[in-house]
């Protein structure tokens, strides 16, 4: 009779810590990692690892699948990418507390903030509940291909509260302060990991409204996270902007207060800009002087460029706001691609090109001097020979040229790949620095998000592919960068119970064939909800995932297993 349920056998074993490999067993009993080292026992399934890497489940603490987990029964393209637990409910959008009357707001909010088409949300979303207990219930009910957790998103929320006085983005009384504090307090009380703010002003909802919580007051957000400290340690999440043009940012010094008063977990991006490239060590040194003087806060980091996607069948491409592309604009892309083709077309859009973009167009789409191809083989620190503009004046041609010519390749699924930040000088010295340090943690991935512009949920293949093997210059070991997305996204995050393989944690393990590692292109498909688009990218390498002892993929492919639950409440470690 076999001893265990699953044995994963002479794998080579990052076991989350960031010490050494080891050649080890790792055996699994009821969801949790029983035994590790050389067993004798058996297992009614038994993997064999011999020459592959064996590490925990990923931890990802900053995707948006609040929408998706009430229709799918995946989180992709995160699980393609060894995600074994997500953490959604970021930057301040989501769909509870919310009031009937109360549901298209939300949805164009989310519309605006994380580009999830509006038709997907109205067809998709179930809408039963009301509240945010209510909406804990309802997802409690899904199995999906990894665990899930929730934080209270600030938007909803206020709005519940306040109504259209939260639109109009009025300031909040006491009593409205008091009310949402008790709202946020409920959620922690069924099991939310904590709570999520946006203070961008680029957050904007489908209709380029500012969003109700952008400029709420510190005394607002202190009395949520004091209605937080009560129930102990949980996490305070804000998407902010930071000015350093006083030699301080305010923002910065106004969430190391809330974090050293209210003793929460905060929060918050930390990217670099083309407009400020030293910014973000700016900032990054105020994080750790405000450690130092005891608030636990760290930054987000992203582990390559946050790339911004332009092509035919995506939401940005840099021809819109020409008059003769924007009446094709809506053709089936065959027929989009057949008039492109055409010199009299190709003509006139690239003569239109060149006047005043219409204020409806976002001026990014222009900035495609500094772009470079997304090829069949995807690069994200690509040579600084092949951007735009350089290689434009190689080839002797314009660089909307050369664009035009990208995007109709393969049939018109040629993609423009735009990386808007982090990428400053054209390398990832940058976000090697981010990385080493200990005031950030590893976040910003977006998955479920930016569906038809952004594909970063493919972070965690990146990251172990490109840091530890394929990059050219400084690398980091297996060992730590496993570290980074599983034991200390756990850790940070309130998962205590995984991201570790040790005796006790739970079962999530991924077995990865390291030398064939690798990403495919991203490509557009329409599997959401009402035929929706969304960007999707393909893992090679991985020969296992594993969640709660149950194989959820095997080679590259999803078994049809759904193993994963809610995880409701911060977990201890075993």
Same mark, same amino acid.
């Given at each position: 009779?076999?001893?265990?349920?699953?044995?994963?056998?002479?794998?080579?074993?990052?076991?989350?810590?960031?010490?050494?490999? #080891?050649?080890?067993?790792?055996?699994?009993?009821?969801?949790?990692?029983?035994?590790?080292?050389?067993?004798?026992?058996?297992?009614?399934?038994?993997?064999?690892?011999?020459?592959?890497?064996?590490?925990?489940?990923?931890?990802?603490?900053?995707?948006?699948?609040?929408?998706?987990?009430?229709?799918?029964?995946? @989180?992709?393209?995160?699980?393609?990418?060894?995600?074994?637990?997500?953490?959604?409910?970021?930057?301040?959008?989501?769909?509870?507390?919310?009031?009937?009357?109360?549901?298209? #707001?939300?949805?164009?909010?989310?519309?605006?903030?994380?580009?999830?088409?509006?038709?997907?949300?109205?067809?998709?979303?179930?809408?039963?509940?009301?509240?945010?207990?209510?909406?804990?219930?309802?997802?409690?009910?899904?199995?999906?291909?990894?665990?899930?957790?929730?934080?209270?998103?600030?938007?909803?929320?206020?709005?519940?509260?306040?109504? #259209?006085?939260?639109?109009?983005?009025?300031?909040?009384?006491?009593?409205?302060?008091?009310?949402?504090?008790? +709202?946020?307090?409920?959620?922690?009380?069924?099991?939310?990991?904590?709570?999520?703010?946006?203070?961008?002003?680029?957050?904007?909802?489908?209709?380029?409204?500012?969003?109700?919580?952008?400029? &709420?007051?510190?005394?607002? +957000?202190?009395?949520?996270?004091?209605?937080?400290?009560?129930?102990?340690?949980?996490?305070?999440?804000?998407?902010?902007? @930071?000015?350093?043009?006083?030699?301080?940012?305010?923002?910065?010094?106004?969430?190391?207060?809330?974090?050293?008063?209210?003793?929460?977990?905060?929060?918050?991006?930390?990217? #670099?800009?083309?407009?400020?490239?030293?910014?973000?060590?700016?900032?990054?040194? &105020?994080?750790?002087?405000?450690?130092?003087?005891?608030?636990?806060?760290?930054?987000?980091?992203?582990?390559?460029?946050?790339?911004?996607?332009?092509?035919?069948?995506?939401?940005?491409?840099?021809?819109?706001?020409?008059?003769?592309?924007?009446?094709?604009?809506? +053709?089936?892309?065959?027929?989009?691609?057949?008039?492109?083709?055409?010199?009299?077309?190709?003509?006139?859009?690239?003569?239109?090109?060149?006047?005043?973009?219409?204020?409806?167009?976002? %001026?990014?789409?222009?900035?495609?001097?500094? %772009?470079?191809?997304?090829?069949?083989?995807?690069?994200?620190?690509?040579?600084?020979?092949?951007?735009?503009?350089?290689?434009?004046?190689?080839?002797?041609?314009?660089?909307?040229?050369?664009?035009?010519?990208?995007?109709? %390749?393969?049939?018109?699924?040629?993609?423009?790949?735009?990386?808007?930040?982090?990428?400053?000088?054209?390398?990832?010295?940058?976000?090697?620095?981010?990385?080493?340090?200990?005031?950030?943690?590893?976040?910003?991935?977006?998955?479920?998000?930016?569906?038809? &512009?952004?594909?970063?949920?493919?972070?965690?293949?990146?990251?172990?592919?490109?840091?530890?093997?394929?990059?050219?210059?400084?690398? +980091?070991?297996?060992?730590?960068?496993?570290?980074?997305?599983?034991?200390?996204? &756990?850790?940070?995050?309130?998962?205590?119970?995984?991201?570790?393989? %040790?005796?006790?944690?739970?079962?999530?393990?991924?077995?990865?064939?390291?030398?064939?590692?690798?990403?495919?292109?991203?490509?557009?498909?329409?599997?959401?909800?009402?035929?929706?688009?969304?960007?999707?990218?393909?893992? @090679?390498?991985?020969?296992?995932?594993?969640?709660?002892?149950?194989?959820?993929?095997?080679?590259?492919?999803?078994?049809?297993?759904?193993?994963?639950?809610?995880?409701?409440?911060?977990?201890?470690?075993?």
């Amino acid at each position: 009779m076999s001893e265990f349920d699953l044995v994963v056998r002479n794998g080579t074993v990052a076991d989350g810590s960031g010490d050494e490999l #080891q050649n080890i067993d790792v055996a699994i009993s009821d969801g949790k990692i029983a035994a590790i080292g050389q067993i004798s026992g058996t297992g009614k399934e038994e993997i064999d690892a011999t020459g592959k890497l064996v590490t925990p489940g990923y931890v990802d603490i900053h995707t948006h699948y609040d929408a998706q987990v009430t229709w799918d029964s995946r @989180f992709s393209p995160s699980t393609n990418h060894g995600v074994t637990t997500v953490l959604m409910g970021n930057c301040g959008v989501g769909f509870a507390p919310c009031l009937p009357e109360q549901r298209e #707001q939300m949805v164009e909010i989310m519309e605006g903030v994380e580009e999830i088409p509006n038709i997907v949300m109205t067809e998709g979303l179930p809408w039963n509940w009301e509240s945010f207990p209510e909406y804990m219930n309802a997802v409690e009910a899904r199995h999906m291909d990894a665990d899930f957790a929730v934080a209270v998103p600030h938007i909803p929320v206020r709005v519940y509260v306040m109504g #259209q006085r939260a639109l109009d983005r009025e300031p909040a009384t006491g009593e409205d302060m008091q009310a949402m504090a008790k +709202l946020v307090g409920e959620g922690l009380d069924v099991g939310a990991f904590g709570f999520s703010t946006t203070r961008v002003i680029g957050h904007r909802d489908a209709k380029g409204n500012q969003l109700p919580v952008t400029t &709420a007051s510190e005394d607002e +957000l202190m009395v949520i996270a004091d209605a937080m400290k009560k129930r102990g340690k949980s996490l305070f999440m804000s998407a902010s902007e @930071f000015d350093t043009s006083l030699g301080f940012s305010s923002e910065l010094n106004m969430l190391a207060r809330i974090a050293k008063s209210s003793g929460q977990t905060v929060t918050f991006p930390l990217l #670099q800009y083309d407009e400020y490239p030293g910014r973000w060590l700016e900032v990054a040194e &105020a994080c750790a002087a405000a450690r130092t003087d005891g608030s636990d806060i760290y930054g987000q980091v992203v582990a390559r460029p946050v790339g911004v996607l332009f092509g035919l069948e995506l939401r940005l491409n840099p021809f819109q706001g020409c008059p003769t592309y924007d009446r094709i604009e809506t +053709l089936p892309l065959a027929e989009r691609i057949a008039a492109m083709r055409k010199p009299e077309t190709r003509a006139a859009i690239l003569e239109e090109y060149k006047l005043p973009l219409n204020a409806d167009v976002p %001026a990014m789409v222009r900035l495609i001097e500094r %772009a470079y191809a997304m090829g069949k083989e995807p690069v994200y620190d690509p040579p600084e020979e092949t951007r735009f503009d350089r290689l434009a004046q190689i080839r002797g041609c314009t660089v909307s040229e050369l664009a035009y010519d990208v995007m109709l %390749a393969d049939e018109g699924r040629g993609i423009i790949y735009f990386p808007a930040r982090n990428y400053t000088f054209e390398n990832l010295d940058i976000v090697e620095e981010m990385l080493g340090r200990a005031d950030t943690v590893l976040g910003l991935g977006d998955g479920g998000a930016h569906v038809g &512009a952004i594909c970063d949920g493919s972070m965690q293949t990146y990251m172990l592919s490109y840091w530890t093997r394929d990059r050219k210059g400084k690398k +980091l070991s297996v060992p730590e960068a496993v570290r980074m997305m599983t034991h200390e996204t &756990a850790t940070i995050g309130g998962f205590g119970d995984r991201g570790l393989i %040790a005796p006790g944690y739970k079962g999530d393990l991924n077995v990865i064939d390291y030398d064939r590692l690798a990403m495919g292109p991203p490509r557009v498909t329409y599997d959401l909800p009402a035929g929706g688009r969304r960007l999707y990218q393909e893992a @090679f390498g991985y020969d296992a995932t594993i969640v709660s002892g149950v194989v959820t993929a095997r080679n590259d492919q999803p078994t049809g297993a759904l193993p994963g639950r809610l995880v409701r409440g911060r977990r201890q470690a075993p």
